[in-house]
């Protein structure tokens, strides 16, 4: 086999293949055997038919039936030997006819990691928001804490308010007609919520206990069902029942229920979360500024099975993180199509960013050491709370072995980059500047 290579891209290349008559010959015999066993021509029996009489009947299939294993059995064998690591599935472009007696030749092209020289990442310019904790964060996560403790109990007023929930028999009708699926028995409905029709919740604040009422709406032109959308509807509603909602105290009892040994040790252990999770915001939008003034102090193309191979990761994570939820990517109206348009963008900035560090570390020969592997392994088993062994035993598995070390080593690099980086502390961006510069980049 002879494999000439040439360099269509910086992120391509063609590998022009051609393999000898004898293991052409070999690979066609072993088709017209595979044929005989089942071929059927007038006047042999099955499995005794002469390799003329194939060749007369069935020589393209078995062309056809040689050209797969030929391929299949050279082009990896020729990336190999040629030291050329792909990204995606290699394509075959063109290919010749598979003749008895003479050398089969064929064309594949295949994606490849850009060889990238890193420049223009010494001593980067970048900005870090100065910290600063609100106090007022503790004091609002503890009424959310309050808050979703809430319980919904029968409530000893006699009218219902708004933020009560009542249990209501309602019928609708248009016309003096009931329509379709307009009537419900025992149904528990939000004041305030607005999930009903526009209008209706309003009318029912102020309505008591096994009170009856017809409540006037006029469905949206919009509404999902034509037969109803901008018509003039008359509800019949009873309220059965009205609740409301108790939201406990903020107290050391809630404290307790909460597994802290007071509301002030509560109050300490938000305060310490809340100030760790800023700073890793803080420290994350430093590391997104560095990237982004690597991306653009260097140009280069990108493979689009790399790309391809990010979205895959990207989504199988998001989709992971949605089921913890109990959630779906079709529950919000996403496929997998969607999914890709909307993140190919940031796909493409994190396989740029993976590209860029890498070639960085070879340039200034960082390298991961066995002992910072070690480490890692032994925190991955602390902080999940899994035996260090079973942790040994994840990570035989090469690939998974192969993220690790590049996980850590894209944080050696990072961390280069911002030792020696000028970095200018500033303070922290209103919600009102943010969209202030959404809006002026809408405009420009």
Same mark, same amino acid.
Do not use: C, W
């Given at each position: 086999m002879s494999v000439t290579i040439e360099v269509v891209s910086p992120i391509k290349k063609k590998l022009i293949v051609e393999i000898a008559a004898d293991v052409v010959e070999t690979e066609l015999e072993n #088709?017209?055997?595979?044929?005989?066993?089942?071929? %059927?021509?007038? *006047? /042999?029996?099955? &499995?005794?038919?002469?390799?003329?009489?194939?060749?007369?009947?069935?020589?393209?299939?078995?062309?056809?039936?040689?050209?797969?294993?030929?391929?299949?059995?050279?082009?990896?064998?020729?990336?190999?030997?040629?030291?050329?690591?792909?990204?995606?599935?290699?394509?075959?472009?063109?290919?010749?006819?598979v003749e008895s007696g003479k050398p089969f030749k064929y064309e594949a092209e295949v994606e490849v990691r850009p060889e990238i020289v890193a420049k223009d990442y010494a001593q980067l310019n970048l900005e870090k928001e100065i910290?600063?904790?609100?106090?007022?964060?503790?004091?609002?996560?503890?009424?959310?804490?309050?808050?979703?403790?809430?319980?919904?109990?029968?409530?000893?007023?006699?009218? #219902?308010?708004?933020?009560?929930?009542?249990?209501? %028999?309602?019928? *609708? /009708?248009?016309? &003096?007609?009931?329509?379709?699926?307009?009537?419900?028995?025992?149904?528990?409905?939000?004041?305030?919520?607005?999930?009903?029709?526009?209008?209706?919740?309003a009318q029912l604040v102020g309505m008591k206990r096994e009170q009856e009422k017809e409540v006037e709406v006029t469905f949206p032109e919009g509404y999902g069902s034509k037969d109803l959308a901008g018509k003039p509807a008359v509800f019949k509603v009873l309220v059965k029942e009205i609740k409301e909602k108790i939201v406990p105290k903020i107290d050391d009892a809630l404290a307790k229920e909460l597994?802290?040994?007071?509301?002030?040790?509560?109050?300490?252990?938000?305060?310490?979360?809340?100030?760790?999770?800023?700073?890793q915001r803080i420290d994350n939008q430093l590391q997104e500024n560095l990237m982004t003034a690597l991306i653009e102090n260097n140009s280069f193309e990108v493979p689009e099975g790399m790309i391809e191979n990010q979205l895959h990761h990207l989504k199988d994570s998001f989709t992971q993180k949605l089921k913890a939820q109990g959630m779906s990517l079709e529950m919000l109206g996403m496929n997998e199509e969607s999914f890709a348009k909307t993140y190919r963008d940031m796909a493409v900035?994190?396989?740029?960013?993976?590209?860029?560090?890498?070639?960085?570390?070879?340039?200034?020969?960082?390298?991961?050491?066995?002992?910072?592997?070690?480490?890692?392994?032994?925190?991955?088993s602390a902080n999940g709370e899994v035996p260090l062994d079973q942790v040994e035993i994840y990570f035989k598995n090469e690939s998974a072995l192969a993220g690790?070390?590049?996980?850590?080593?894209?944080?050696?690099?990072?961390?280069?980059?911002?030792?020696?980086?000028?970095?200018?502390?500033?303070?922290?961006?209103?919600?009102?500047q943010d969209a202030a510069a959404e809006s002026e980049a809408g405009e420009s």
């Open positions: #088709a017209y055997k595979k044929i005989a066993k089942t071929a %059927d021509i007038k *006047g /042999f029996r099955k &499995g005794k038919i002469p390799r003329k009489m194939l060749e007369q009947h069935y020589g393209p299939r078995a062309q056809y039936d040689a050209a797969g294993p030929l391929i299949n059995n050279s082009l990896y064998k020729a990336l190999l030997d040629n030291k050329i690591e792909a990204v995606s599935q290699p394509e075959v472009k063109e290919s010749g006819v910290f600063s904790f609100d106090e007022s964060v503790v004091a609002q996560q503890l009424e959310q804490m309050a808050n979703s403790r809430t319980l919904l109990e029968v409530t000893s007023r006699k009218k #219902a308010r708004d933020g009560d929930t009542v249990i209501i %028999d309602f019928e *609708g /009708f248009i016309d &003096g007609t009931a329509f379709e699926n307009g009537a419900g028995t025992d149904f528990e409905l939000a004041l305030g919520s607005n999930s009903f029709i526009p209008g209706f919740e597994d802290a040994d007071n509301l002030d040790d509560l109050k300490e252990r938000i305060k310490e979360n809340s100030i760790a999770q800023e700073q900035q994190q396989v740029k960013g993976e590209l860029i560090l890498d070639a960085i570390a070879a340039q200034e020969k960082i390298v991961v050491e066995d002992a910072e592997i070690e480490q890692k392994k032994q925190e991955f690790l070390k590049g996980q850590i080593l894209q944080g050696k690099v990072t961390k280069f980059l911002l030792d020696q980086a000028v970095v200018t502390e500033v303070e922290p961006q209103q919600p009102e």
